[in-house]
């Protein structure tokens, strides 16, 4: 999978035991991080890649290492969502456009959907069409679902208990991210030419809110509560 094109800054535990291994001990560890890295199917957390080397293995230290070595290489060592593996550098993704499966391209109303769940999240199908100014139809949430980018959280503790949406690790795995606090600020946004030069002083990008705790406005979902259920329901409400 290609890299994100966007810059990243990736923290490396500096508070990890130091490394007692000796250095043949340590390369061999190195060489077995390595392997892990390259034969997993899914990303490898610091936690995974613990539990298969020897004790005392300095973790970070061994990631770090790696990292360094493979940024000039035709792949990377990248950090998404907690989880580390080896994606194609950025700049060489136009070689595997050719092998790239066509995907089903997102109408201007769920990647503007997907944008205001992204930094607003949770809100709810009501608050996702406050800001867009117009309605949201139950097909825009239901493709978002769909994609694995977009999940049900709870409900609002309000009138109605509403469904509250965010996003997953997919979606922060599909654009590259570590957290959502990495989706990008105004500055970056301008300098993407995404946003107006020009906007209000006063204007300003939400701080999203990245954890899968439910915060004190919110329900968790009913037992008997299914994706089907509570999209026809949304859209009765509607």
Do not use: C
């Not at 360094?68 to 969502?81: I, P, S």
């Not at 997919?170 to 957290?179: A, I, N, P, Y």
Request: charged letters at 25%; aromatic letters at 6%.
């Amino acid at each position: 999978m290609a890299s994100s094109n966007a810059a990243m800054v990736i923290a490396f535990d500096n508070d990890a035991a130091a490394d007692s291994q000796t250095p043949g001990e340590r390369q061999q560890a190195l060489r077995m991080v390595e392997a892990l890295l390259f034969a997993a199917a899914e990303p490898l957390s610091a936690d995974d890649l613990a539990g298969r080397l020897p004790q005392g293995s300095d973790i970070a230290g061994l990631l770090r290492d790696l990292h360094e070595t493979y940024a000039d290489r035709g792949v990377n060592l990248m950090q998404v969502a907690g989880r580390w593996s080896f994606r194609t550098a950025a700049d060489l993704s136009f070689l595997l456009s050719r092998d790239a499966v066509e995907q089903k391209r997102l109408s201007r109303a769920a990647l503007e959907t997907l944008a205001i769940i992204a930094y607003h999240q949770p809100v709810t199908r009501a608050e996702i069409e406050e800001i867009r100014g117009v309605a949201t139809s139950r097909g825009t949430l239901d493709m978002l679902l769909e994609t694995g980018w977009v999940r049900m959280r709870g409900r609002r503790k309000t009138p109605g208990r509403p469904v509250t949406y965010g996003t997953t690790e997919g979606f922060l795995s599909h654009f590259g991210l570590d957290t959502v606090a990495d989706l990008p600020g105004v500055e970056e946004l301008k300098g993407a030419g995404l946003l107006d030069s020009r906007v209000p002083a006063n204007f300003s990008v939400p701080e999203p809110y990245g954890r899968d705790a439910l915060t004190a406005d919110e329900d968790p979902l009913d037992d008997d509560d299914t994706g089907a259920d509570l999209a026809e329901a949304e859209a009765e409400k509607a």
